[in-house]
C-alpha cells in the first residue's frame, strides 16, 4: 500500500447522470397521461329552462326642500318637523324604502339642511341625494 497514489474509483466524474432525470420525465408522463382524459371526461346533463324577469319595482322618490326661511317642503307642499319626521318614518318603512333627494337654498342655514340628513337617518332612509342647479 503505497501512500500518495491516487485509485481509479477517486477521479471527478465529468458526465452528468441521466438515470434520474429520465425517471422523473417518465413519472410526469404517466401523469399526464392517466389525467388529461380525466380532465376531458364530463357529464352531460340536461338542465331546465326558465326565464326570470327581474322585478322592476322602482322605490319612490321624495323631494325635500329647504327654503330661505329654514321651512321645510315635502314634494312640493309645506311641512312642520314634526310631521316630516312622521311622514318620512311611514316612508322608510315601505318595501323599497324611498330616496330623498335634498335641495336648499343657497341662502339657508347649512344647520338646517343637517337637521333635515338626520331626521331622515333617524326615519331609516339609507338613500340621501343632494340636487343641485348647473351654474350658468
Known sequence: ???G???DTDEVMNEINMTPLVDVMLVLLII???TVPVMKHSVSVDLPRASVQP???KPETLRLSVQADGSYA???SA???DALADRL???AAQTPPPELHLSGDKNVRYERVAQAMATAQRAGIRKIGFVTEPKE
Do not use: H, N
Request: aromatic share 10%.
Open 1 to 3: 500500500m503505497a501512500f
Open 5 to 7: 497514489t491516487q485509485d
Open 32 to 34: 399526464f397521461i392517466i
Open 55 to 57: 322585478e322592476q319595482v
Open 74 to 76: 315635502l314634494d312640493g
Open 79 to 81: 311641512i312642520s318637523d
Open 89 to 91: 318614518q311611514r316612508a
